[in-house]
């Protein structure tokens, strides 16, 4: 039976440490991501200025279902590349990249008028948004108001 107590109090104690402080029993590795990048300076300017192009004149940003793989097919740059282009020397990731293209454009599409008799909603799908929840969620975050509310302000100016 003393065995048992002693077992039960090593467990106890274990449990203990690995629950309430991890850290001290279980350091942390210092990796951080991409420590193995092929990526010189010149790969990483030459990919900002494919992405930049592919959502500026291309309008890749207006494909619904984009993702990382089309365009990293599409401008011919290999996906690692792109996505630590995104993460470590744009601070952005590739959705929130491709969102602001998108509520760009829609702005553009409202101040412009042409879209007057379209909803909002069919603005953003227009522009790329599927969803109208992420659509409402991202231009609530890049502009700080809803899009109704911004359509409102535009109206009376």
């Given amino acids: ?3 048992l107590v002693i077992i039960a109090f090593l467990f106890y104690f274990i449990s203990y440490y690995l629950i309430l402080k991890p850290k001290q029993f279980l350091p942390l590795s210092d990796r951080k991501g991409y420590q193995r990048s092929n990526l010189n300076p010149k790969l990483v300017d030459d990919c900002k200025t494919a992405l930049i192009q ?3 004149q291309d309008k890749l940003f207006k494909k619904g279902k984009l993702s990382i ?3 990293s097919d599409t401008i011919g740059v290999p996906r690692q590349y792109i996505s630590e282009v995104l993460n470590i020397h744009m601070q952005t990731n590739f959705q ?3 969102n602001t293209y998108r ?3 829609f702005i ?3 101040e412009s008028g042409d879209y007057q008799h379209y909803t909002l909603f069919g603005i953003a799908n227009e522009v790329g948004f599927n969803t109208k929840s992420t659509f409402n ?3 609530k975050k890049i502009h ?3 899009p109704q509310a911004y359509r409102n302000k535009i109206s009376q100016e």
């Fill in 144 to 146: 700080g108001t809803t």
């Fill in 54 to 56: 592919a959502m500026e």
């Fill in 1 to 3: 039976s003393y065995f």
């Fill in 69 to 71: 793989h089309f365009v």
């Fill in 96 to 98: 929130d990249f491709v």
């Fill in 137 to 139: 969620a991202t231009f």
């Fill in 108 to 110: 553009k599409c409202l």
């Fill in 103 to 105: 509520v760009q454009e």
